[in-house]
Each structure stands twice: as structure tokens, then as C-alpha cells.
């Protein structure tokens, strides 16, 4: 089995690419070739391994329930002929990999797919993986966070197999659903996965920087599995060579990685190159011949350090936004029912709506976490809790901090969390300790100690010291890093506590001092029952923060105390020239504590007519629909759609464009703009009045090609800037296309394509087209195409994202 810490393993390269230059036919299904040639993929296996692979992945990449549906054979005996073939090349040596690739379909909120059916779909991956001899689990080219969790839960739930994790990211260092390098390893980290890593995409120069980052963001194992570069759409063939791959890798050894080999584009050539010149030891810039380096010969003591400390900060996180604990770090309190009368009821009442609101709010005010807390009595809190996280990472990509007494609720929270949470709490109770710490140790979350036992809060800062210490001690003997153990030394309110606020503040010191952990207080009980409670809130908060909290519980729609934490973190230089502290009130009026605009309540709480830019902006659909319900009380139908919902969908689209916003919030303000859209056609269709379509389109993935995640994206995008859209689906034969564009006069197809193979599907496409309908224009994508070859082909328009759809989209029918 895999021993990081006595060899470096290699790899092996790619098998899609390599099969396709045997002769796989164009949308022809790889994995089925398992079954029907198992001595080609046996041959092909066979090569790696003479080349120097220590690990070869079996064929399983695309076999899954969805991609394999309708094949003819059962998903059980396509996965088992793979790993055979696999195990038929092997030498007793060579460990076999069950290769576990995306499911092809986009999960919620950004799609249709519940977590939960990917959970399954995946666990049926899994079982039958071990079941016939998998040595090990590798899952690989994700993009979505969420759905690598469902993976590693099925992985690990199901199979005693190690667990491999690696994600593809663009140059810009997310994937292409946003999540970032630093989420992947703070979430996968606290999933216990065996190692992690980056694969396909970019070629070996461009993810050096990346996988430098990775480096340093984890203590795991890291393997990289670089493209040969890029492909020529005109060839297929890949421009770096296997010397030059070799060489480029070569690199990697200085940052310590743990497995190299290669992805799409790279044969066996390249691992032998890979091995032999890691064994010459010949400088990857000079040439010259230095100690060689025997890849089975490193250890981890001959391994260079990471950046030194940075694995061991404290990251929470969502799937896009990542929060270090390095700063005073808000969390906001305002979803929690106690004291919340309005709160309260809409959690009886299922009015999420209310609560997205409370969200929404606490994130325009500056929380960099929010806290979730549903307990009201007779409500099921197994069921709504999970529910309410889902509908806020739907709409905020702030991490959360999951709070609740109940052990079920919070592991039915945390299973559906996409990222790393907090878990508020446990205390110093033996039993509380051993109920939720190994769902907080499963789930990769941080957690908050509350220093109070079965005898309640103690009087003295030294005995709530010692239930601290407890409490790190058992979640360090599960496993659970000192790093993610946050203390909370509790406020007790000064009106019948007074000598006690000074305890707080002791044992807070006492905790950061000689453990070293970060601290949480809820602020806000301090002042209960006293009159002037900003005051008593803001000057204890400031105290706090003297002695150590890292992390207050705080409503930061509250001015006066998100004032004190700026000022608190600029006067001791933590805010380096005081850059968010002007900022925020740079424009603000001397001696005023409120800054220049300053966040609105939301219509909910106000009572106010909430602005339609801002609710579509934030994906809160209902609060869409009210507000296009409001301008159609004072404005026609189509001066709503234009001067309102287009322009709102704009801004949204700038923003990621700039990569200030990601996919899911887009597709997330898509849905909210879709209601509104609905509405509208209800009312014109009521009233006999035509639809307010701005011109038909027609869009498919090409023939040979079953790859439709960016068509439907696109899809999504366009019927939401008003253009009817008629969906031919994926691997659509070329006749399909012509018929669709005749018998509906089409002014505009769009075509789709992600494997180099189907190039040629495209092109003949476009020319059989053009022939039957010669005005007939034409927008591509797809990781493959270039703009050169996109022009090559006769397309009118290189489209990289939906954005760029939508615009030419526009210029096609004058819009």
C-alpha cells in the first residue's frame, strides 16, 4: 500500500487521449471498452508500468449510473472488467487505481442533481471498486466542491480503500464553478482524505504556481497530473513533448510533491521520461549533471519544508470563499430564534424567505461568517436544519457555523455543508464529548468548547480554564487538529454577574495564552437587563478583543460595535495602513459612528419596497417576483424586462466576468431572474399578448459528444435574457441540427464540444448548415476550441463562457 513517507510515486498518463489514438470511434464510450477489448486497455496499462508507474488508474473515469445509461451493460460489471484489465498488467507491484470522474451533471443550487443522488450514485462507484480489487480510490478533474464531497462520503462510507482527491483548476487558480485552492484544502483536509492534488486543464508550467500554493496550504500528500499543454483543435495532438513535460516536472521535486505522472495528451513516452530524468538528476535548467535523483529514494525528511506554519492556521470555509482566523473575525448572530420573536415564527411558518433575508442582510453588513441556529421548540430540527443551510448556500457564499444541541441535527447539517464549518458547540460534559465530537472529526469541521460541565458555569477563570483544556484534550485524541478547537469562556450577563466579567476575560487570556487557541464569545449577553446596552456592548467587546477573542458572536448590522472591530484591528496594525478602516469610513461624518452608506434593512423587516438590481444580484427569487410585482404597478411589461431585469442580469454578468462573483451565484440570480420572467409571460399571455422572446435559438453538443454541463449553462443564461431556446440535447447527429434549423427558421445555433475528437462533429455541423441555410450564424464552445480554429470552422463567434453567449446572441438579432 501507499507509503509517503519512503517513495515518490509515479504515475501514469492519460488513457482517454491514448485510447482515442487507437482508433476510439468519436462519442464512443471508453470505459466500455473494458468489456469489449480488455486487451487493449490490459496493453495499455502494461506500457505504464514498463515505463515506471508505480500506480495505474483502471478505466473507470465515465462509469457511472448517468453516463453509462442506456449502454447495454450493468455499471457493476463495467467497472469490474476495468479493474481486471488493470490487474492483468501488474507485476505484484503496481497498485491499481479505481479512477472515479465527475458524474456529468450539475448538483444544486447550480443544477437539478440532489446531493443526496449523487451521494448514491457515487457509493454504487465505490462498492463495486473494491469489490473487484481496487487497491486504492482516486477522484479526479473535479470542479465542484460539492460533489466531491458526496464522492469522498460515499469513498470512505462504503470502502476501507485510501482516498485520493484531485480537482482542476484554470489559471486563475479556481475551478470552473469558483471553488479556490485554499476551500479544496481546508474541506478535503477536514474529510480525512489520503492525499490531494491537481490534474488536467493546464500543462505542467502553468500549475506549478498552483500546486506551489497547495504546497503550502496543507500537510497532506499532494500528486499532480499535468496535460501535455494545450491540444491543436486542428490535430488533437498536444504542443509539449515528453522530454520538455519531463523537464517541467522536474520542477515539482523542490516542493515536495508525493506523486507525479500525467493527463490528458501524455503516453507512456512521457513516464519514461519522467523516471529517467528524475534518475539522471540533469538540471531542468542547465542541463548539467547533478546527484541524481531516485524518486524511490526520497523520504519526507529529504523533502523540502513547506511554507513554514501556514498548514497549520485555521481556515473555515464554503466551497468559493475561504476565512483564515488570523484577524478579528465576525460571525453574525442574527440567525438564531432565541430572543428573535419575528425569527421565530417564520421558522414555524417556513419562511425561508425571511430567514435569506436575515442573511443577505449580515452579509452587506460585514459578518465573514454567519451563524445558523433554527431551535424552536416543535419544529424538526433534523429536517429544517439541513434544509435552511442548503437555502443559504444557495445565496451567500459566506462560510457558516452550524448551531445546534441536537447531534443529528448538526450531522445532517454538516453532511449537506459544502465546505469547512464550524460546529457550535460542546462542553465540558463526557458525554457531550463523545457524541459530537466524532461527527465534527468526520465532517472536517472546526468546533466550539463551551467552558461550563454537568455543575455548570464555574465562578473562577482557572476552572473554566481546565474545562478548556479538557475539551482540547479528547478533540485532539479523535483526531480533530488543535487548530480547529475554538474556546468560548461564555459572557454572563453584568446585571446579576458583575464580578464575572472579568473571569471571561481572564480565562480568555488564559486560553490564548497557554493554548494557544482561538476564542468565541457571544458579546451581546453581556448587557442583558441594563440600560444604555450599546454602550456596555461595545466597551466589552473592546476589552475582548484585548484579551483575545478571535471571534465574536455580534449582530453586525449593529454600527457601533463593527466601528469598534475596525478601529480595534487598525490601532494594532493588523490592518496595515489602515486600508479597511478607510474603506469603510472614509466618507463617513467626523464623529459619527455610522459609515457612508450604510446597509439598508431589508423590505422584510422595513416594510420598504426592496430594490430589484439587489434581490436578483443576491438569488433571492421571491423577493424577484415582489419586486417586478411592484414595478408592474407603475411601468408596462417590457420596460420591466428592459430597463430592470436585462440590466440587473448585466451587472451580474460583469461581475463575473471580473471574477468578483462565480458560477453559483450566477446561475443563482438566473433562477431569480427566471421568476420574473414568468411572471411577465403570464401576464402578456393573459392578457393575448405576445411573449417577450428577444429571437430562437437552437443549441447541442455536437455528435460524439456526451459532455453537456456548459450547454446547459449556457441554456440557463440565454432563456433568462429573454431568447427562446430549443435544446437538441448532446451528441446530436448533424441531420438533427439542419431539420431543427429549417422547420423553426433558426437564425442562431450554438454548439458545444469537449474532447478534441469531436472537433470534426462540429465542423460538419456548421458546413452542413450553412449549406441548407446559408444566413444561418453560429456561437461555439468548449474547453478545446480556440478562437483561431473557431474561425477556422466557420463559426461566427468564440464564446469561452455564457456571457459571451448572450452577447453575441445580441449582436445576431440587434438587440
Do not use: W
Not at 143 to 168: G, H, R
Not at 215 to 239: E, H, M, Q, W
Not at 339 to 344: D, E, F, S, T
Amino acid at each position: 500500500m501507499l507509503d509517503f513517507s519512503k517513495k515518490l510515486y509515479l504515475l501514469d498518463g492519460g488513457m482517454g487521449t491514448t485510447l482515442q489514438q487507437s482508433g476510439l470511434e468519436p462519442g464512443a464510450s471508453p470505459d466500455l471498452l473494458s468489456l469489449t477489448d480488455p486487451d487493449l486497455i490490459t496493453s495499455i496499462h502494461r506500457n505504464y508500468i514498463e515505463a515506471g508507474s508505480d500506480v495505474v488508474y483502471a478505466n473507470t473515469f465515465g462509469a457511472n449510473r448517468f453516463k453509462l445509461e442506456g449502454c447495454g451493460y450493468r455499471l457493476e460489471e463495467v467497472i469490474d472488467s476495468a479493474v481486471k484489465a488493470a490487474r492483468a498488467a501488474c507485476d505484484g507491484q503496481t497498485l491499481v487505481a479505481l479512477d472515479v470522474g465527475p458524474l456529468g451533471e450539475l448538483l444544486e443550487p447550480m443544477g437539478t442533481l440532489a446531493f443526496e443522488e449523487a451521494y448514491d450514485a457515487f457509493a454504487q462507484v465505490m462498492k463495486q471498486g473494491e469489490a473487484s480489487g481496487a487497491d486504492l480510490i482516486v477522484i479526479e478533474t473535479m470542479t465542484d466542491l460539492y460533489e466531491v464531497k458526496a464522492a469522498v462520503l460515499a469513498a470512505k462510507e462504503n470502502t476501507d480503500l485510501p482516498v485520493l482527491v484531485s480537482m482542476t483548476f484554470e489559471e486563475s487558480g479556481r475551478t470552473f464553478t469558483g471553488t479556490s485552492i485554499e476551500c479544496m484544502a481546508a474541506a478535503l483536509e477536514g474529510l480525512g482524505v489520503d492525499a490531494v492534488g491537481i490534474n488536467c486543464s493546464l500543462g505542467p508550467v502553468e500549475i506549478l504556481p498552483l500546486a506551489e500554493k497547495l504546497c503550502s496550504l496543507t500537510s497532506l500528500p499532494v500528486f499532480i497530473k499535468p496535460n501535455a499543454g494545450l491540444p491543436d483543435p486542428r490535430t488533437g495532438a498536444y504542443d509539449i513533448g515528453p522530454e520538455e513535460f519531463a523537464r517541467a516536472m522536474e520542477q515539482y521535486l523542490k516542493l515536495g510533491i508525493s506523486m507525479a505522472g500525467g493527463c490528458c495528451g501524455t503516453t507512456p513516452e512521457y513516464i519514461r521520461k519522467m523516471k529517467e530524468l528524475f534518475a539522471s538528476g540533469k538540471s531542468a535548467q542547465n542541463g548539467e549533471t547533478e546527484k541524481p535523483i531516485d524518486p524511490a529514494e526520497l523520504t519526507a525528511e529529504s523533502e523540502p519544508a513547506k511554507l513554514a506554519g501556514s498548514a497549520e492556521q485555521s481556515v473555515i470555509c464554503s466551497a468559493t470563499r475561504a476565512v483564515t482566523i488570523d484577524h478579528v473575525t465576525v460571525i453574525g448572530e442574527r440567525i438564531n430564534p432565541t430572543g428573535k420573536k419575528r425569527l421565530k415564527q417564520a421558522l414555524i411558518d417556513q419562511d425561508y424567505d425571511y430567514v435569506l433575508s436575515q442573511a443577505i442582510e449580515q452579509v452587506d453588513a460585514g459578518a465573514q461568517i454567519l451563524d445558523v441556529n433554527v431551535g424552536v421548540p416543535d419544529i424538526d430540527d433534523v429536517k429544517v436544519l439541513p434544509m435552511v443551510v442548503k437555502q443559504i448556500q444557495a445565496i451567500t457564499d459566506l462560510p457558516l457555523q452550524i448551531d445546534s444541541s441536537n447531534p443529528a441535527a448538526i450531522e445532517a447539517a454538516l453532511r449537506v455543508y459544502n465546505g469547512k464549518a464550524i460546529v457550535n458547540s460542546v462542553n465540558g460534559e463526557e458525554k457531550v464529548l463523545e457524541t459530537i465530537l466524532p461527527i465534527v472529526k468526520k465532517y472536517g469541521a472546526a468546533v466550539v468548547g463551551l467552558t461550563l460541565d454537568e455543575k455548570g458555569i464555574p465562578a473562577k477563570a482557572e476552572e473554566r480554564f481546565a474545562i478548556a483544556r479538557r475539551i482540547l484534550d479528547k478533540a485532539v485524541s479523535m483526531g480533530i487538529p488543535e487548530k480547529d478547537v475554538f474556546i468560548d469562556c461564555l459572557t454572563l450577563t453584568a446585571s446579576a454577574q458583575q464580578a464575572e466579567v472579568t473571569e471571561t476575560l481572564k480565562a480568555m487570556r488564559m486560553v490564548k495564552e497557554q493554548l494557544g487557541l482561538h476564542t468565541v464569545l457571544g458579546v451581546s449577553n453581556i448587557s442583558f437587563g441594563l440600560p444604555c446596552r450599546p454602550l456596555i456592548n461595545r466597551t466589552f467587546l473592546a476589552l475582548a478583543m484585548e484579551n483575545g477573542l478571535d471571534l465574536p458572536i455580534i449582530n453586525p448590522n449593529d454600527e457601533d460595535m463593527m466601528g469598534t472591530i475596525f478601529a480595534f484591528e487598525m490601532l494594532h496594525n493588523r490592518d496595515k495602513n489602515a486600508e479597511a478602516f478607510i474603506e469603510r469610513y472614509g466618507d463617513a461624518a467626523m464623529g459619527s459612528m455610522s459609515r457612508s452608506g450604510a446597509v439598508s434593512q431589508p423590505a422584510a423587516e422595513t416594510g420598504k419596497e426592496i430594490d430589484l438590481f439587489y434581490a436578483l444580484e443576491k438569488g433571492m427569487k421571491t423577493e424577484t417576483i415582489h419586486a417586478v410585482e411592484a414595478l408592474l404597478e407603475k411601468v408596462d411589461e417590457m420596460t420591466v424586462v428592459n430597463d430592470y431585469l436585462i440590466p440587473a442580469l448585466d451587472q451580474v454578468g460583469q461581475g463575473f466576468e471580473k471574477g468578483t462573483i462565480f458560477l453559483p451565484q450566477m446561475m443563482q440570480a438566473a433562477t431569480a431572474a427566471q421568476g420574473g420572467f414568468e411572471l411577465i409571460k403570464d401576464r402578456l399571455a393573459a392578457s393575448g399578448r405576445s411573449n417577450v422572446s428577444k429571437g430562437r435559438v437552437a443549441i447541442a453538443t455536437v455528435k460524439g459528444d456526451i459532455h453537456d454541463i456548459g450547454k446547459n449553462i449556457v441554456k440557463v443564461i440565454m432563456e433568462n435574457y429573454g431568447f427562446d431556446i430549443i435544446d437538441l440535447g448532446r451528441d446530436v447527429p448533424v441531420e438533427k441540427v439542419v431539420e431543427t434549423v429549417i422547420e423553426n427558421e433558426i437564425k442562431l445555433v450554438g454548439l458545444s464540444a469537449l474532447m478534441t475528437t469531436t472537433l470534426k462533429s462540429m465542423e460538419e455541423t456548421i458546413a452542413a448548415v450553412r449549406k441548407a441555410a446559408p444566413d444561418c450564424r453560429f456561437i461555439v464552445g468548449g474547453a478545446v476550441l480556440t478562437p483561431d480554429y473557431a474561425e477556422k470552422i466557420g463559426a461566427d463567434y468564440y464564446c469561452k463562457d455564457a456571457m459571451k453567449s448572450v452577447e453575441a446572441a445580441r449582436e445576431v438579432f440587434g438587440i
